[in-house]
């Protein structure tokens, strides 16, 4: 990880728990975003975004080095056994280069969430509803809420289901 203990912000929340880089940006969509220098960000998943695709298998970029690119445009993808899904960028500006790790070892993405397991870099500007880590702790919050209701409410349909 690009910070030390002291950095991270602890989260936990049912039965899910991760530590936050504080200093980051972060997006709704559950990305995470380190200007390496300025202009250049450096973007991965959070924690939360890889343990709802699972174990990742497989991923690919539809962009190349030096294409233009803008927010929420589909950029790649990222294939797990729980689920598959398009990679959408968070940025305006320029592709420079996707994760050469990546290729090699698809699993960095889970198992060194901030830090190795980055997945491409923009030069550019962040989209404009980027937060910081406190802001996404409350995205958080909402989503692992839905999730829980969904949970509860299947839960109660069964039992339903079984006194009929």
Same mark, same amino acid.
């Given at each position: 990880? =690009?910070?030390?203990?002291?950095?991270?912000?602890?989260? $936990?929340?049912?039965?899910?728990?991760?530590?936050?880089?504080?200093?980051?940006?972060?997006?709704?969509?559950?990305? *995470?975003?380190?200007?390496?220098?300025? !202009?250049? *960000?450096?973007? !991965?998943?959070? %924690?939360?975004?890889?343990?709802? /695709?699972?174990?990742?298998?497989?991923?690919?970029? &539809?962009? %190349?080095? !030096?294409?233009?690119? %803008?927010?929420?445009?589909?950029? +790649?993808?990222?294939?797990?056994? %729980?689920?598959?899904?398009?990679?959408?960028?968070? /940025?305006? +500006?320029?592709?420079?280069? +996707?994760?050469?790790?990546?290729?090699?070892?698809?699993? /960095? /993405? =889970? &198992?060194?969430?901030?830090?190795?397991? *980055?997945?491409?870099?923009?030069? !550019? $500007?962040?989209?404009? +509803?980027?937060? =910081?880590?406190?802001?996404?702790?409350?995205?958080?919050?909402?989503?692992?809420? $839905?999730?829980?209701? $969904?949970?509860?409410?299947?839960?109660? =349909?069964?039992?339903?289901?079984?006194? &009929?």
């Amino acid at each position: 990880m =690009d910070c030390t203990p002291d950095d991270v912000v602890r989260y $936990k929340r049912s039965r899910f728990s991760t530590r936050l880089p504080e200093h980051r940006l972060y997006t709704a969509s559950h990305s *995470w975003l380190w200007e390496r220098e300025p !202009g250049l *960000w450096r973007v !991965g998943y959070t %924690k939360f975004a890889t343990r709802m /695709l699972g174990e990742l298998v497989e991923h690919d970029f &539809e962009v %190349k080095p !030096g294409d233009a690119v %803008k927010v929420g445009q589909i950029i +790649g993808w990222v294939e797990g056994f %729980k689920a598959a899904s398009d990679v959408y960028c968070v /940025l305006d +500006g320029e592709f420079v280069t +996707g994760n050469p790790a990546l290729t090699a070892n698809v699993a /960095l /993405l =889970d &198992e060194d969430t901030y830090g190795e397991g *980055w997945l491409y870099e923009i030069r !550019g $500007k962040p989209e404009p +509803g980027a937060m =910081d880590v406190q802001g996404y702790t409350g995205i958080l919050d909402l989503a692992i809420d $839905k999730i829980q209701g $969904k949970q509860e409410s299947g839960d109660r =349909d069964q039992e339903s289901e079984g006194n &009929e």
